[in-house]
């Protein structure tokens, strides 16, 4: 097999996980700008992400979140995935959008909001029996906005004591993927804002908790990739969560922003071995002006592209480079691997499996867009910017 072939095999075995929220009306905090057509329940979220697998091969799972996703029959939720050719990916929780969370869920200074929230990540382990789910993935956004308003350690002590008994209900094959994000609702201090503190949870619990990165949680300068690379070195990272950022917590569309920074992250995911289904590799978009199924499959493709540049890296010139200490020649290696135009290497990729060697233009001559249009009234909200 030649280096180019390897290559292709790897591109080939690409999944990325799509949002189930990314497919409804979503907003700013000032307003939710209706689309026409998007779906008005779970199962046509569904639909909608079984476009996106058809056009790209690479989209298989769907993430849900409780409770906008909630129905009376899970098992019946992931059999009509399948039968759309998807299987239910992971489970997200929700403990931010009741009253009861104002001052946090499981960091709450009351025990009786605490064993509320608790019973909701619990709720989420049984819907993952029910869905065949292997991961459940907590954002938490327990934090205070004032400095004196709670004890810092005291609600580390909280989330500590509900992340260990989420933890004990885990059956053998499933993981819990804490996220951390640096502020946001919470402006004062965060009780899960950055990596280090998602990991040193993590250790506690054990093999079955890891930490997910979300691409848009990090203040400006922030080097993701390092974090990236030492994750992977402690085998904590368990899952991304892409999107784009230019100041904070955008959820702009993978690789808009900054693709070079993608790039660079998806080859320390090369280069420490995590290009593997063990690291689940999501997206975690809202789409508030662009039209959402075509936003979607661009931001799949856009993963694929910065994966397959850094597929393309010549890591053994890279090598010598870095042993000579050759700083040019080390970052024009890089850099060489990056100016390369690998759009019809993909092309060729998806021709192979069978695919439209264009998924934009596929979906747009599918007439998919025209039909939800014309058969859909009354689109659901995904719940951001509610």
Known sequence: MTELDAVKA??????????????????????????????????????????????????????????????????????????????????????????????????????????????????????????????????????????????????????????AAVYGRLGDDQRLLLEYKLFEPAFYSTDVPDWGTAYAHCLKLGEKAQVVVDTGHHAPGTNIEFIVATLLRERKLGAFDFNSRFYADDDLMAGAADPFQLFRIMYEVVRGGGFTPEIAFMLDQCHNIEAKIPAIIRSVMNVQEATAKALLV??????????????????????????????????????ELGLDPDPMGAYRRSGWQEHIVATRVGGTQAGWGA
Request: charged share 30%.
């Open 10 to 163: 790897a591109l080939k075995t690409q999944a990325v996980e799509t949002p189930s929220w990314a497919y409804g009306n979503s907003g700013t905090r000032f307003k939710v700008f209706a689309q026409q057509g998007v779906p008005r329940d779970p199962r046509e979220k569904l639909a909608d992400a079984a476009k996106v697998h058809e056009f790209t091969g690479a989209a298989p799972t769907v993430a849900l979140h409780i409770p906008w996703d909630k129905v009376d029959d899970y098992a019946a939720l992931a059999k009509h995935a399948e039968e759309l050719g998807l299987r239910l990916g992971t489970v997200n929780s929700n403990t931010f959008q009741d009253d009861a969370y104002k001052l946090g869920s499981v960091c709450h200074p009351d025990a009786a909001v605490r064993r509320k929230a608790l019973d909701h990540l619990l709720e989420c382990v049984d819907i993952m029996d029910a869905t065949g789910s292997k991961d459940l993935k907590l954002w938490l956004a327990d934090g205070t906005n004032y400095p004196g308003q709670d004890d810092i350690r005291a609600r580390q002590d909280r989330l500590a004591e509900g992340l």
């Open 314 to 351: 010549d890591r053994d010139a890279l090598a010598r480079a870095q042993a000579a200490g050759d700083v040019l020649d080390a970052n024009a290696v890089l850099m060489d691997a990056y100016n390369t135009d690998v759009r019809p290497l993909l092309a060729e990729v998806r021709e």
